[in-house]
């Protein structure tokens, strides 16, 4: 339990920074607005994780896994703090990156502007594929969060479930970017099919959820019910966001985005042809005096 805790809470604040370049690459302020959400998840799993590491700590001790020198309450006395400051110090950070947040969205309004116009219904059918883009990023990272926990900690090797579980990730990260693809040059037959295998993927979380508290099945979820519980029902969360958002974003096919998406994208700060400058309004000085 505690490794992969550890592992996957590097791995979140490694895939966030990797999102958070790729938004200011991009200038995408929904998928910094997204960071900070998923920031407040992250709060939220390291607060469930507290309880999870002592009882991991208290089933070593049972197990004789200290060494003699060391007992189990002066183990957990020596982690306790940091488990605590953690979400603490996460939660810090979100309000600071909230505000900046804030200011960069200033910033990127006025780009957008200049690409996609000052027509209200197009800037809107931008921002609806902008949450579906940012929707499919983190669809994946609480997909492969739920995942490595059930793979490492729940699922045994000589069960058939647990190769299933380990194709499903590439085939996952395939149809997330045949997804992006679908969506960016307005693929309504793609777009039906990718909505079709959200369907499935909604099914089988709602299954896994159930599955974890019914009597057969609660002992081997025992040691991570809690966090397993947290991220299936997040998965199941932005599934949904997701359907809603791709059938957004099929009904706006047609209506010109296409243009913008698949055009050149948003660029530096141009001279504007219609603009003048100094040079323009400055008087002409002859270059010699005359003698009358």
Sequence with gaps: TIPTFLTLFIFAFLYEGVVVWDALRKKNTIQIIGVCIANLALVVYTAIQVDSIQEAVATLARAGAFINELTRAEMWNDVRPFLVATPCVIGLGTVCM?????????????DILKNIGADYRMKKRFLHYQIYIALLKFDFFFFL?????????????????????????????????????FTKRENKAGMICVIVLYLGGLSYFIFKLTRMYQSGYRNSYEAVRRSLTAFAVITILLILLTIANAIICMRNFGAGLKAHLVGPGLSEEKPDMNSLSLQDVKQQVPSRMTID
């Design 98 to 110: 909230t505000f900046v947040t804030w200011k960069l969205y200033q910033v990127f309004a006025w």
């Design 145 to 181: 969060g739920y995942i490595v926990q059930f793979v490492v900690i729940v699922a045994r090797q000589d069960d058939p479930e647990f190769a299933l579980t380990c194709a499903s990730i590439p085939v996952t990260i395939a149809i997330l970017l045949a997804a992006a693809y």
